[in-house]
């Protein structure tokens, strides 16, 4: 995913947001059509955002001072939860859409999407603060405290503008 941190903002915003936007657009007038094709628009909105987020903790966390360890192996292990159950869902949705599913257990799928979806929530959540944290600390040199890094936790959040703002810092971090 480190290529994720090479590319220039506008290439991130129509990987991550530009394509699936076009999908759906082209797609709108034929709301079958758009049901097929939502999971791939997740798939590339997905794997682009959350993987940029965890290309920014992984590969950041190698250029942080030698005095400073931040513990990528915990982000690693819950930030792999909510990117498999996104990629599972999407599956889920292709599969049901197709007209494959089976409908008689739709209550208990409901109850384990609601379960599954608060939590891959908290759990993205905290891989924002942390590829943030990481973010800020690369540059300040030492360990950031929330009211360092707040603005890129918001800004990597909201990425679709993140992408202009961050990617440009984050290409210098990176070379």
Known sequence: MKFLLKLKHWQLFL??????????IFTFSHPELMLQMF??????????????????ATELNQKLPS?????S????????IPILYILGITIYIAFV??????????????????????LSMVFIFMGLRFAAKTMKTVELGRVAKFGDYAGEFFLIWFSIIGYWVLQPRINKLVD
């Open 67 to 71: 005095d400073v360890r931040l513990n």
């Open 15 to 24: 990987l991550t947001w530009g394509l699936p936007m076009l999908i759906n």
């Open 39 to 56: 999971p791939v628009m997740m798939v590339f909105f997905t794997l682009g955002t959350l993987g940029w987020v965890w290309a920014i």
């Open 97 to 118: 859409t197709n007209g494959s599913g089976d409908s008689s257990n739709m209550a208990v799928a409901g109850v384990a999407i609601v379960v599954l979806h608060l």
């Open 73 to 80: 192996g915990r982000f690693k292990i819950y930030f792999s």
